[in-house]
C-alpha cells in the first residue's frame, strides 16, 4: 500500500482547476495502490487555496504557510514535497502537465531517482502499474510501466473532469524547515493580465488562425470570445505571423485546452493543432475550405467567410441577452 500526492498549483490566491483534475487522477492511482490521496499546497497566506483543495475529492491536504514558499520557486519547493512524500508514505506524486508541472516534477523525480511519466491520460493495474501516454501529437499511445518504488507522473488534465461535490476533507499544517535556496532567488514574475478567463481552465474557447490574415482582424474573435466569457485562442501558424501572442498558442507546442465549446476559426486543422484541441466537448469550426482537416474533428462545421460568419454569430449570441 502506498499513498498518493498531488502538488498543488496556484495563482493569484486561487487554486488552479488542473489541480483539481489531477486530484481525479489521483483516486485512480490510489485505487490500484491501496493508499490515500493528499495534496500538498505550498505557499504564503494559503488559507483559501487550501479549503478550495480540500473540497476537490482528496482524503487529507497537507500544507505550509511560510514566506519561503511566497514566490514559486522549485528549489524551495523540491526539498519540501520530497520531505512530505517520505514522511506520509507516497509511492505516486504527481501534478498537471502545465508549466509549473514539467519544471517541478522532474525536480522530484531526480531526488527519488524514480521513474517517471510525462503526460498522463489514463492508469491501470496489468500485473503491474501501467500508464497511457500520447506520441507524435496523440497520433500514437503508448502504454509505459514504471518499476521503481517511488513514481512521478505529470497528467494530461484535460482527460480528468474534476470530482463534483466531494465534501471537504482534513487538512494539517506542516513544517518541512525547508529553508530559502543558496543557488537561486525568486526575482520576478511577468504576468499577462486578462480579464477573460485562463485559457486552459476556459468553459468556452475561440481560435483563430493565420486565415484572419492580420492582428487586426483577432478583434472579431475577442469579441465573439467576450460574447460567450470564454477564452482566446491562436493555432501556430497565426502567432509566427504575429497576430497573436505566444501565451495564446494551442497545439502541440503551446496549450493543450478541452473547454465545453471551442471555435476553430480560420483553422485549416494541422495534426499539430489537433493535438491541442480534440479533447474539446463540442468542437465548431469555420473555414472557406471545405476539405480542411479540422472538418473531420468538429461536432459542426460551417463552411463560410469568417469576416462574415463571426460578426452574424456574435450578434445573434448578444440578442439573446
Same mark, same amino acid.
Given at each position: ?7 498543488? *498549483? ?8 488542473? @489541480?483539481?483534475? =489531477?486530484?481525479? /487522477? ?51 519547493? =523540491?526539498?519540501?514535497? +520530497? ?16 508549466? /509549473?508541472?514539467?519544471?517541478? &516534477? ?8 524514480? $521513474? ?11 500485473? $503491474? ?10 497520433? #500514437? ?5 514504471? @518499476? =521503481? ?28 524547515? #525547508? ?7 525568486? +526575482? ?11 485559457? =486552459?481552465?476556459?468553459? +468556452? #474557447? &475561440? ?8 492582428? *487586426? ?51 485549416? $486543422? ?43 454569430? @456574435? ?7
Amino acid at each position: 500500500m502506498s499513498n498518493v500526492l498531488v502538488l498543488a *498549483e496556484h495563482m493569484g490566491g486561487k487554486l488552479r482547476k488542473v @489541480t483539481l483534475s =489531477t486530484i481525479t /487522477f489521483a483516486r485512480e492511482a490510489a485505487k490500484l495502490t491501496g493508499g490515500q490521496v493528499y495534496v500538498l499546497v505550498l505557499g504564503q497566506n494559503v488559507s483559501g487555496i487550501v479549503a478550495e483543495a480540500a473540497a476537490g475529492g482528496a482524503d487529507k491536504v497537507f500544507f505550509e504557510d511560510s514566506a519561503v514558499f511566497a514566490n514559486y520557486l522549485a528549489e524551495n519547493y =523540491t526539498p519540501a514535497i +520530497v520531505k512530505v512524500a517520505q514522511d506520509q508514505g507516497v509511492g505516486i506524486i504527481c501534478g498537471a502537465a502545465s508549466t /509549473f508541472g514539467k519544471d517541478l &516534477v522532474p525536480r522530484v523525480a531526480a531526488k527519488f531517482n524514480a $521513474g517517471m511519466v510525462s503526460d498522463a491520460i489514463a492508469i491501470w493495474d496489468d500485473g $503491474g502499474i501501467k500508464f497511457k501516454r500520447p506520441l507524435w501529437a496523440g497520433n #500514437v499511445l503508448t502504454t509505459v510501466e514504471v @518499476t =521503481t518504488p517511488v513514481k512521478a507522473v505529470t497528467v494530461r488534465t484535460t482527460e480528468f473532469d474534476p470530482i463534483e461535490g466531494a465534501s471537504p476533507c482534513a487538512t494539517e499544517a506542516v513544517s518541512t524547515g #525547508v529553508g530559502a535556496s543558496d543557488s537561486a532567488q525568486f +526575482v520576478n514574475f511577468d504576468q499577462v493580465k486578462s480579464d477573460r478567463p485562463e485559457l =486552459t481552465d476556459a468553459a +468556452v #474557447v &475561440v481560435a483563430g488562425g493565420r486565415g484572419l490574415k492580420s492582428g *487586426e482582424n483577432f478583434g472579431m474573435i475577442m469579441e465573439l470570445a467576450d460574447s460567450l466569457n470564454g477564452a482566446v485562442g491562436a493555432s501556430r501558424a497565426a502567432v509566427d505571423s504575429g497576430y497573436a501572442p505566444n501565451d495564446w498558442q494551442i497545439g502541440q507546442t503551446g496549450k493543450v485546452v478541452a473547454p465545453n465549446l471551442y471555435f476553430a476559426v480560420a483553422i485549416s $486543422g494541422a495534426i499539430q493543432h489537433l493535438a491541442g484541441m480534440k479533447g474539446s466537448k463540442c468542437i465548431v469550426a469555420i473555414n472557406t475550405n471545405a476539405e480542411a482537416p479540422i472538418f473531420q474533428v468538429a461536432d459542426y462545421g460551417l463552411v463560410a467567410d469568417a469576416f462574415e460568419a463571426v460578426p452574424a454569430i @456574435t450578434q445573434k449570441i448578444k440578442a439573446l441577452g
